[in-house]
């Protein structure tokens, strides 16, 4: 999907600091996802956000990143976008203990994020060496997300009238099983 748009795609190597999680329908997957952890090594945002990632550690943040997200752009599903942004949060706030999430966004996704995830700027446009692309630098802090969450998970058959994916998430009750479940993998 990165190439198809143009972007430079390097592989990521193996890190045990990131997750990636991939969404499938009847066997094919659809869209996926990764969850980078904050550690020693830092995080991507590092390489271009440096400064502003830092302000995030000075403050005691316990970081956590998004990259590469890619969905098959034929398939309609908040409900299985939702479903992996859920799993992430539920990675990031249950089994490792993080309090903010920050991601680099190109500038023609920057509304997406605002609009259906209530991520916030926090840095000018700069250059993306990575991808060889323009990004914003977002955050949005795990307990918003816990809040939205709580207000309007498991509320898509009724979403009102907000522009938001969070009435896609899990209820809470599933949110709950799910964290569990994960936990006693862990």
């Known amino acids: 999907m990165y190439a198809m748009r143009g972007y430079n795609v390097a592989k990521m190597e193996r890190d045990p600091n990131r997750i990636t ?15 980078g952890l904050d550690s020693e090594r830092g995080i991507l945002a590092d390489e271009i956000f440096r400064d502003h990632v830092d302000a995030y550690r000075a403050r005691g943040a316990k970081l956590c990143e998004i990259t590469k997200l890619a969905f098959d752009p034929q398939v309609k599903s908040k409900m299985a976008l939702a479903a992996l942004f859920h799993t992430l949060f539920i990675y990031a706030r249950y089994i490792h203990g993080r309090t903010d999430v920050l991601i680099e966004v190109n500038p023609r996704h920057r509304r997406f994020y605002q609009t259906m995830l209530d991520f916030q700027d926090q840095a000018e446009l700069r250059h993306n060496t990575r991808v060889d ?5 977002m955050w949005l802090s795990v307990e918003h997300m816990a809040q939205q969450i709580r207000r309007m998970g498991g509320t898509s058959s009724h979403p009102g009238t907000e522009r ?23």
């Open 164 to 186: 938001s994916l969070y009435p896609y998430f899990f209820s809470q009750r599933e949110e709950e099983g799910i964290a569990n479940r994960l936990i006693k993998l862990g």
């Open 21 to 35: 999680l991939s969404a499938s329908d009847k066997g094919s997957v659809i869209g996926t996802v990764t969850l």
């Open 133 to 137: 692309a323009p990004a914003y630098l």
